[in-house]
């Protein structure tokens, strides 16, 4: 089968529509959980200044629909950063070697600034909700285990790294898988914004060829791999950090 407008083959476009949908997802994975530890740890801070910021990103987030933050992200970017971007994607065109990196990082460089829009939206939300799956990991942690780290000498922060996290881990990580496959779904919402993701390359693989049964099915197949799969993969990290009963 072939797009009777580009004539490309449709499998093709496909697969490339999967591609963007699974880079979204990985970077949008990695910038909610550096947002959302940081938050995390914001909110059970000493500092009254840095919990009222943990708890207003939280409510802020959390209480808008994720598709409102994907428009406000991607227009409020678009008056400013967006014209750097443009002027920094011919420079890339202009230049071939830097022109491959970005595609292989990026993706499309035309593409760039709705792709920025979508995984900063994401991961905004998404951290949100990290946010609170962390502090309650680490409020979960007795006091006394503190307590006994300090009495020994140990600095706060090797307290927090050697100490609070490796216990707060059992308890963050079941809930977080939940948010890593949500992450993955809500990448959809990216076709808002008219980043071709794999949901816009199947809704325009099926106005072309007429065929919505295999479209849908395609679709509904290539999520659930993606869901099962990341499910596996935290499932298994959630095996090895568990703690081992003699």
């Known amino acids: 089968l072939r797009d009777p407008q580009s004539g490309a083959l449709i499998p093709g476009l496909i697969l490339q529509g999967l591609l963007v949908t699974i880079r979204v997802s990985l970077w949008a994975s990695a910038l909610a959980l550096v947002i959302g530890t940081i938050m995390g740890l914001f909110r059970v801070s000493s500092s009254p200044f840095r919990r009222f910021l943990g708890w207003a990103y939280v409510e802020l987030i959390r209480n ?9 992200v991607y227009y409020f970017l678009s008056d400013q950063l967006f014209q750097a971007i443009d002027i ?27 792709f920025l829009a979508g995984v900063v939206a994401l ?5 949100a909700y990290i ?14 285990q503190t307590e006994a780290a300090m009495s020994l000498g140990l600095r706060p922060s090797r307290v927090l790294n050697l100490v609070i996290l490796p216990q707060a881990l059992r308890v963050i990580i079941p809930p977080l898988t ?29 106005n072309q060829t007429g065929q919505a049964i295999e479209g849908v099915a395609l679709m509904m197949v290539v999520y659930l791999t993606l869901s099962l799969l ?3 993969f935290m499932n ?11």
């Open 64 to 72: 808008m629909p994720i598709l409102v933050w994907v428009f406000i």
């Open 88 to 114: 920094e994607t011919r420079t890339l065109q202009a230049s071939p070697g830097s022109l491959e990196v970005a595609g292989f990082l990026f993706g499309n460089p035309d593409q760039l600034p709705a």
């Open 123 to 127: 991961a905004l939300y998404e951290g």
């Open 131 to 144: 946010t609170e799956i962390v502090r309650a990991g680490i409020q979960s942690v007795s006091v006394g």
């Open 178 to 206: 939940s948010q890593m496959l949500n992450l993955t779904k809500n990448s959809s919402l990216a076709v808002a914004i008219g980043y071709p993701d794999f949901v816009s390359v199947a809704g325009t693989t099926i």
């Open 230 to 232: 990341t499910s596996a």
């Open 236 to 246: 298994w990290y959630n095996k090895k950090m568990a703690l081992v009963e003699r």
